[in-house]
């Protein structure tokens, strides 16, 4: 099971940019799907962008597409979410995630979780 460490998450005012990490330890880190997921006080968690293994497909959520790009490097176990023209909306806890499937967007399908980094951006 891999383990996984998010990092880069801050306070930002809206309009801002931030650039969240993850680092993986464990086998076989090329053969899982990757996503980031985040969280608001009260709020389900919810499904923020997915990639395929070798990265060649990335799904987004429609709320941040356009404005989220997820990117991996399997060289160096990681995986990183950039995050322009932030919204108070995007204010959440992110969490990234590890998955031996390929229902992108299925949380139950994610077995290993990182603690999760907390971002909040300002109006």
């Known amino acids: 099971q891999v383990q996984l460490v998010e990092s880069g998450g801050g306070l930002v005012q809206a309009g801002g940019s931030l650039r969240l990490s993850c680092a993986a330890s464990?086998?076989?880190?090329?053969?899982?799907?990757m996503a980031w997921f985040r969280q608001a006080p009260g709020k389900e968690r919810e499904f923020v962008s997915a990639?395929?293994?070798?990265?060649?497909?990335?799904d987004y959520a429609s709320s941040v597409n356009r404005r989220f790009t997820i990117s991996r490097d399997n060289t160096k176990n990681a995986l990183y979410l950039q995050m322009n023209s932030l919204k108070p909306e995007d204010t959440a806890v992110y969490y990234c995630?590890?998955?031996?499937?390929?229902?992108?967007?299925?949380?139950?399908?994610?077995?290993?979780w990182g603690q999760g980094t907390q971002v909040t951006i300002s109006p």
């Open positions: 464990g086998r076989d880190f090329n053969k899982y799907v």
């Open positions: 990639l395929s293994q070798n990265g060649g497909l990335a």
């Open positions: 995630a590890a998955s031996s499937y390929q229902k992108f967007r299925d949380a139950a399908r994610y077995g290993s």
